[in-house]
């Protein structure tokens, strides 16, 4: 296997950004992750589709891509069925297999970017479903020991945006394939509302009832183009920040002066998330541009940071400080990126 210096990454990240990387390689089978045992002692970060990174600088380091691909159906019952999906394959693609098979359970996170082996980095969710719900476990590779690990659903860690891979084994252990449990008999979740957008008015508008897998994924699929920029044209990573999660004290201060707030309760019932897109458009973010670098033009989209051609890393990281420190003087709540800043 080729291991390429001083590599370009500019078609490899999502906001499109100038930068290489001292070494680059491509791992397409078991075979392949054995040539990153010498670089064990060197920076090494894995890479899917980069929609969730940004790369601030050149990497110094070993940028390994990872292209591991197969998607298999393991065992099925009368109503499940478990599905082994290669890390390298695309997350869309692989949903849009499960919806022509009629299996259901990733429906609702149609059209998020990605690889399917980046999806439990940050436990991908959208309308209401996240990636934990239909997890089973996910086979690894740890780079230092050279060995492989599976992980069951209970030993990643998920939780809102979140797993043991984003934090403490971030960079670690490669994921090489993941297995889901999907179902032959799915029970809808089309509860998701928004100011703006909700997904049973989508459905009303666009099908009959009784609805199938298949509608559900294009009312979805609609939403999104609608909702988001095209990543394959304009440079973002989606939601640059994490929905800050409060407590109910801090939720009646705002509410105080935003009554018309949306929220959502944590699964815990404990913490309340806060719609971080909303409250920037409150505070005079919404469609805002400085220079090369903007806020998504779509309403409540605040929180998606777009390169409109040519920024810098610097130019994007100074923007969304800006939105920060903003956003921290509006509310006293700290914005903690979602994206990877390498
Ligand atoms: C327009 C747009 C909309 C989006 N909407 C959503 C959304 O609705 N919900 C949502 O949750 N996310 C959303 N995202 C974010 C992004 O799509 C997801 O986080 C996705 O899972 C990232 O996949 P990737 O392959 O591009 O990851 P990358 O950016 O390549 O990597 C992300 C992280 O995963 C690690 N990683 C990648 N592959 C592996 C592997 N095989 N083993 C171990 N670690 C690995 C990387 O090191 C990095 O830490 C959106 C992004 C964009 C651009």
């Not at 508008?205 to 699929?221: A, C, E, G, L, Q």
Request: hydrophobic share 35%; aromatic share 12%; glycine share 8%.
């Amino acid at each position: 296997m080729k291991v390429y210096q001083n590599y370009p990454l500019k078609d490899l990240n999502a906001f499109k950004v100038e930068v290489k990387t001292k070494y680059f390689v491509v791992i397409s089978n078991s075979k392949d992750l054995k040539v990153l045992k010498p670089y064990a002692k060197e920076k090494i970060y894995i890479l899917g589709n980069g929609t969730n990174t940004l790369f601030t600088k050149n990497f110094d380091g070993v940028v390994a891509k990872i292209n591991i691909k197969g998607i298999k159906i393991k065992s099925e019952n009368k109503n499940t069925v478990k599905i082994q999906v290669g890390s390298g394959e695309n997350w869309h693609e692989f949903v849009t297999w499960a919806v022509e098979h009629n299996f259901g359970g990733t429906e609702n996170l149609a059209l998020i970017p990605g690889q399917v082996g980046s999806s439990p980095i940050q436990n991908i969710g959208a309308y209401g479903t996240e990636l934990s719900q239909i997890l089973d476990s996910l086979k690894t590779y740890e780079i230092e020991t050279d060995k492989e690990r599976t992980f069951t659903k209970y030993e990643c860690g998920f939780s809102y945006r979140n797993s043991i891979f984003k934090h403490e084994l971030k960079n670690k252990f490669i994921i090489t394939s993941v297995t889901f449990i999907l179902t032959k008999n799915p029970v809808f979740d089309i509860s998701y509302t928004s100011p703006y957008d909700s997904l049973s008015r989508e459905l009303e508008n666009s099908s009959t009832k009784p609805y199938t897998i298949k509608d559900v994924y294009d009312s979805v699929v609609k939403i999104r183009k609608r909702k988001f920029p095209d990543w394959i044209k304009l440079g973002t990573a989606g939601s640059f920040f994490l929905n800050p999660m409060v407590n109910k004290k801090k939720l009646s201060e705002i509410k105080a002066k935003y009554p018309d707030m949306q929220i959502f309760y944590a699964s815990n019932g404990e913490k309340i998330k806060l719609p971080a897109g909303w409250l920037l458009e409150q505070i005079g973010w919404g469609a805002r541009r400085i220079g090369n670098v903007g806020t998504f033009d779509y309403r409540g989209q605040a929180l998606v940071v777009v390169n409109y051609g040519g920024a810098t890393p610097q130019e994007i990281l100074s923007f969304t400080q800006q939105m920060q420190k903003d956003f921290y003087s509006h509310f006293d709540i700290r914005l903690e990126p979602e994206v990877n800043i390498v």
